[in-house]
């Protein structure tokens, strides 16, 4: 580790030369790495050291000496305040190309993995407005801004979390990230629920009852969904604010109200009651139709979505043949997209109403191919376990969430001796951990193609082809 004269309270002149994950400015000096918030590569910047650590310091800047030419001015009115868009003020090229060096380091330094080949970032054609799905929660304390007086309200807001607060939310009136129709209906909840006297959801004192808003668009098809999320049913309560919802925006095809009694912060109801419309909302990718309900996971960008299919359908190298699993399959996109090159899919996946979806998907789409499985993955092939009245795979298709597979699925994955995995992430950082240990147990990794889904954050989804040495 290289040594150091820097001290914390001291100011220091600092170039940056690359961004964290995360969005912080990393500096060197003399090899000894420097985290400055608020800053882009390029800018070079009078910073105070405010926290001195063994291995790297955290500074701030106090005032820009040289501007970066990749600074653009960010267009949110809360982006100093919001976690959400942390590179809004650098330009679009040079975020892909952050994402393209964070994802190479994260492979080829830190997990030790040298041998493969890594395609440029698949941009995205949209870079505002892209989300088809946005989470919003309301609450009681809200984040009181420097310029607000004391006399402002703070008992009510709706809007996303300030970064590292779980108890604060930021008051959003816009959000450029979401269609504009979503702004639309997130002011409107907001005014109508202020006046309905709503009580927001505590999340100290667990009193309260509106916890999330939800809102799901079908970007190829128009549905739109908007789905409350209470901390119990009262159907007098919400059924004024859906009302009035529906009566505003005709164009919402459904309104759903998820009940989470539980104190955990999540936009999730042990169940859900059909406010309006349809249970769920349609979308389209390629010549696919989706049904989505509330609580199943569906890609968030529709269109990159469908970059990331195509890329994980030339990597599986189908020739009809095959029998695919699609481990943690969510709706079951990634099989149905699939089913036509191979033999048959298994999709597992651990949300029942995903599972529902799925087959309900296969069936509008008319594949026959396919067949779903509620599984908990984190055992359901543990050692011992195997399941034999189910096709051996040759190819693997695996896309866990952000934490990534559980060290025993990761374990059993060679078992199955399939010939090709296709590894899809939204966590580079997991998915370097788990390739690594399924390079151990007798695969290469070929390839790394990167498809940047979530433009101004710093997301980036990566497929890995890993073939059997
Ligand atoms: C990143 S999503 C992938 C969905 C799908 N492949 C797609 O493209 O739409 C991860 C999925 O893993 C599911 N999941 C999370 N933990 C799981 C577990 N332990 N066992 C099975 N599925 C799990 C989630 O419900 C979610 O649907």
């Known amino acids: 580790m290289p040594e150091t004269t820097i001290q914390k309270g001291q100011e220091i002149e600092l170039t940056i030369d690359s961004l964290a994950y995360g969005g912080r400015g990393v500096s060197k000096v003399d090899g000894y790495v420097i985290f400055v918030k608020n800053s882009i590569p390029g800018q070079k910047v009078k910073a105070l050291i405010y926290r001195k650590k063994k291995g790297y310091a955290e500074a701030r800047p106090l005032e820009v000496l040289e501007e970066s030419p990749h600074i653009v001015s960010a267009p949110c009115e809360h982006f100093a305040y919001c976690g959400g868009c942390t590179f809004q003020q650098l330009?679009?090229?040079?975020?892909?190309?952050?994402?393209?060096?964070?994802?190479?380091d994260l492979f080829r330094r830190q997990a030790g993995i040298a041998d493969f080949t890594i395609d440029e970032v698949i941009p995205a054609e949209k870079q505002f407005n892209y989300r088809n799905k946005m989470e919003f929660s309301f609450s009681n304390r809200r984040w009181t801004l420097p310029d607000e007086g004391d006399e402002t309200e703070r008992s009510f807001a709706l809007?996303?979390?300030?970064?590292?607060?779980?108890?604060?939310?930021?008051?959003?009136?816009?959000?450029?990230?979401?269609?504009?129709?979503?702004n639309e209906i997130l002011n409107t909840v907001k005014t109508k629920a202020r006046e309905l006297k709503l009580k927001p959801y505590d999340v100290k004192t667990h009193i309260g009852f509106l916890r999330h808003l939800v809102l799901r668009f079908g970007h190829n098809t128009g549905d739109v969904m908007v789905n409350f999320v209470t901390s119990y049913e009262n159907p007098e309560l919400i059924k004024p604010l859906a009302d009035h919802i529906h009566a505003q925006f005709p164009q919402v095809t459904s309104i759903i109200n998820n009940i989470n009694t539980k104190k955990a912060d999540i936009a999730f109801g042990e169940y859900e009651t059909l406010l309006y419309g349809e249970p769920t909302i349609t979308e389209k990718m390629g010549d696919l139709t989706f049904e989505i309900s509330a609580n199943s996971f569906f890609q968030t960008n529709t269109k990159q979505g469908a970059n990331i299919y195509q890329a994980v359908l030339e990597g599986a190298k189908l020739t009809g043949k095959e029998n695919v699993y699609d481990l943690y399959c969510g709706t079951g996109s990634i099989s149905l997209f699939l089913a036509k090159?191979?033999?048959?899919?298994?999709?597992?996946?651990?949300?029942?109403?995903?599972?529902?979806?799925?087959?309900?998907?296969?069936?509008?789409?008319l594949i026959t191919n396919v067949r779903f499985h509620k599984a908990n993955l984190d055992f359901f092939f543990k050692k011992g376990k195997s399941h034999k009245d189910l096709s051996v795979p040759d190819v693997i298709v695996i896309d866990p969430p952000r934490a990534g597979m559980h060290k025993d699925m990761v374990n059993a994955l060679p078992r199955f001796d399939a010939k090709r995995l296709v590894y899809v992430s939204c966590n580079p950082t997991t998915q370097s951990r788990d390739v690594a240990l399924l390079i151990e147990n007798g695969y290469g990794l070929k390839k790394l193609t990167m498809v940047d889904m979530f433009p101004h954050t710093p997301h980036i989804e990566t497929v890995g082809i890993l073939e059997k040495n």
Do not use: W
Not at 91 to 104: G, S, T
Not at 346 to 355: D, N, Q, R
Not at 356 to 364: G, I, L, P, S, Y
């Open 341 to 365: 090159n191979a033999k048959e899919v298994h999709g597992f996946e651990l949300i029942t109403s995903a599972v529902e979806d799925a087959t309900r998907n296969a069936m509008t789409n």
């Open 159 to 182: 809007g996303l979390h300030v970064p590292r607060r779980y108890d604060k939310i930021l008051d959003i009136n816009s959000c450029h990230i979401q269609p504009e129709l979503g």
């Open 91 to 104: 330009d679009y090229a040079e975020q892909v190309h952050q994402k393209k060096q964070h994802v190479e």
